[in-house]
């Protein structure tokens, strides 16, 4: 536990507050998680990235954080993708999820404490949908429950929303069953196929804003300390989980900060289907390693959008290996934390700040050994790490050996033998670093 202050921005309040945790022992953070009808891409992995650097901090400062991120496994463009693909939605589900988990472990991506998924919460939706029609905020028409904004004098508070705008816009879904076009589903009726559950309003499935509020309800609490998402999910998403809760729990606001990631562009456009460039994080881990996809991710403040491109790669490139160089130093496992770096990350998580930190950490460290463990807590703070994932215990073995012999070569001025072993072990994927104190190697990045 630190005695250092966090500041977030609240998208509430829209301004940088202290972090003070409703309950000091222990905090609460929700974070939107995946629909699994396929693979994420880059605006995914940029949001989960933030998301565990702040679970991360959260970790370091505070004695315990509770952090739940859940899966929708449950939606429309699930029930197509399986359909398209010829699958039932279990399988496509089931497949889709164990991909997620692996593309996310080659970021380094901290587990949750709890992962819960949509279908195993559909009692505790439908006892949500149950409230909110008894306190006359929903109504039931043609098998569909619709929540009425006309009855929460609070609706776009949250977003800013303006309903005359969203009128005026086509962001709603205009249907003969709305009363007001703004209202949203809460439950909708079984189509012929697709995956239901029984309800006291015929069969059917829930609505995905109730999905978060029943997870969220049953493993934080009617209260809890931070929500966050995307900048994509505040409106409708976030707007109208808020909406739910508030009637539903008879609460002014469930979440004391809610916290949004800015969007990811590829080389300054919007990441769109329809544009054909949408980045999957499977095929960038194809090229670069999950601490190069961090540290560039991480590169711009999580407020403000990232612009994805190979120069933003290139750089992160650089910078890892340099860290890298010095992870692969000796260290004792004392942890040593740096002031400044620390000081950027509790600023609204200025990761921007913490990066030119470590990196210029880096540099001195490799002329000064004190500055080792100050590198090395830092990157683990950040979670930027050498990946081994691929390495076999088999292939370590043979590195180092090749690495003994090259040594018995050089200390016999045998230099024709060393740099013969020295391709052999580059061919590998290695780099080796000679340096006072021995020679050290890390994989290429
Ligand atoms: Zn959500």
Not at 5 to 28: A, C, D, G, Y
Not at 325 to 346: I, S
Request: proline content about 5%; overall charge negative; some cysteine.
């Amino acid at each position: 536990m630190s005695s250092v202050s966090l500041f977030l921005h609240n998208r509430f309040s829209q301004k940088k507050e202290i972090f003070t945790p409703l309950n000091p022992k222990e905090v609460t953070m929700y974070v939107c998680g995946p629909t699994v009808y396929g693979p994420i891409h880059m605006g995914n992995a940029r949001s989960i990235i933030v998301f565990d650097v702040l679970f991360r901090l959260l970790r370091y400062l505070f004695p315990r954080v509770v952090y739940v991120r859940n899966i929708t496994d449950v939606d429309d463009k699930i029930n197509v993708q399986a359909k398209n693909l010829g699958i039932s939605i279990t399988e496509l589900t089931h497949t889709t999820i164990a991909e997620f988990h692996q593309d996310i472990q080659a970021l380094h991506v901290l587990p949750v404490s709890v992962e819960p998924r949509a279908t195993h919460h559909i009692p505790h939706m439908i006892a949500i949908i149950e409230t909110l029609l008894e306190q006359g905020v929903a109504y039931w028409a043609e098998d569909h429950v619709l929540f009425d904004v006309s009855k929460d004098p609070h609706y776009g508070t949250l977003s800013g929303a303006n309903i005359e705008e969203i009128l005026a816009g086509s962001r709603v879904e205009l249907a003969p069953y709305k009363r007001n076009p703004q209202d949203f589903v809460l439950w909708k009726p079984a189509v012929e196929e697709q995956e239901f559950w029984p309800s006291p309003w015929g069969n059917g499935r829930p609505g995905w804003h109730t999905e978060c509020c029943a997870m969220s309800k049953e493993y934080l609490g009617s209260r809890f300390d931070i929500h966050g998402g995307g900048s994509d999910l505040l409106f409708p998403h976030h707007e109208n989980e808020s909406a739910q809760t508030r009637s539903a729990f008879n609460i002014e606001q469930s979440v004391k900060y809610w916290i949004h990631n800015g969007m990811l562009m590829v080389e300054g456009q919007k990441m769109s289907k329809s544009l054909g460039n949408v980045l999957l994080l499977k095929d960038v881990l194809k090229q670069v390693s999950g601490s190069v996809v961090r540290w560039a991710c991480l590169s711009s403040h999580y407020r403000h959008p990232l612009d994805w491109g190979s120069a933003l790669l290139h750089q992160a490139t650089q910078c890892v290996e340099s860290v890298l160089r010095v992870l692969a130093l000796p260290w004792d496992g004392t942890p040593h934390m740096d002031e400044d770096f620390l000081a950027y990350l509790c600023d609204d998580l200025n990761t921007p700040g913490a990066l030119t930190a470590l990196h210029a950490a880096a540099k001195r460290a490799l002329q000064d050994p004190q500055w080792v463990p100050i590198v090395h807590t830092c990157a683990g703070l950040i979670g930027i790490e050498a990946t081994f994932s691929f390495m076999t215990m088999e292939l370590r073995n043979k590195i180092e050996s090749i690495i003994t012999e090259r040594n018995r070569a050089r200390a016999e001025k045998d230099f024709q033998r060393a740099d013969t072993l020295r391709h052999e072990v580059e061919a590998l994927g290695i780099v080796l670093e000679d340096t006072p104190q021995g020679t050290y190697w890390h994989q290429r990045i």
